[in-house]
């Protein structure tokens, strides 16, 4: 459906932005033609902002990007819903919401670790064990997954459930590192997962 960005004298419509995984609305924000295409282009979330009078992305001093995963217009065709994996909390008070909510959800954490990873490979930073494995290469990474693995199994065989989580855990960081590598999204895979279960 084509937006009707006429529809308002100040070629504004309403945007508002929903977490994909959750359901909960996380802001509202405005768009004209401009922050709607650069938000299509660039997969972020980009607002025209009516106090600053320009073009806004969320996140682009905070780096808590609204990343989009689909968006749909009313049946109206002048408010869009914008559904999105917050890199980190949306409000400017540092809540999860613009509405105070709390926003949880299973794999939400990991989404927003995704996004921690994929910034230390897009820009890598002086001591940082993750952009280091970044600079090593894929095989480097698929190794330290295997070692990890290994690790894993050998703790699973004792009664030590402490040792277990936490060889557990950096099984799932590098793997989350091997995916990012890859350019793999942790999305994709559990699209493949949700396929297998509907068979």
């Known amino acids: 459906m084509k937006i ?7 070629g504004l419509v309403p945007a508002v932005i929903q977490d994909a995984e959750t359901g909960k609305v996380l802001m509202l924000g405005y768009m004209n ?5 650069k938000t299509q282009q660039e997969g972020v979330v980009t607002f025209y902002s009516r106090s ?6 969320k996140g682009e001093t905070s780096n808590n990007f609204l990343h ?26 540092g809540a999860d919401t613009c509405f105070n909510e709390v926003n949880q959800g299973k794999g939400l954490f990991l989404n927003y670790l995704q996004a921690v990873i994929r910034d230390r490979k897009q820009n ?11 600079k090593k290469g894929v095989n480097k990474i698929a190794q330290k997954v295997g070692e990890e693995a290994v690790e894993l199994v ?26 990012e ?6 999305d994709d895979i559990i699209a493949v997962l949700q ?5």
């Open 4 to 10: 009707d960005f006429t529809k308002n004298t100040d």
């Open 33 to 37: 033609q401009e922050a709607y295409d």
């Open 52 to 57: 600053k009078q320009r073009l806004w992305t």
């Open 68 to 93: 989009v995963r689909e968006i749909r217009v009313d049946c109206d065709g002048d408010t869009l819903l914008i559904k999105a994996q917050p890199a980190g909390p949306t409000c400017h008070t």
């Open 124 to 134: 890598p930073t002086e001591g940082s064990y993750t952009a280091s494995l970044f």
């Open 154 to 179: 050998i703790e699973a065989k004792d009664a030590n459930d402490d040792l277990f989580k936490g060889e557990a855990a950096d099984l799932l960081y590098h793997y989350l590192i091997l995916l």
């Open 181 to 186: 590598q890859k350019n793999i999204d942790l």
């Open 195 to 199: 396929q297998r279960h509907a068979k």
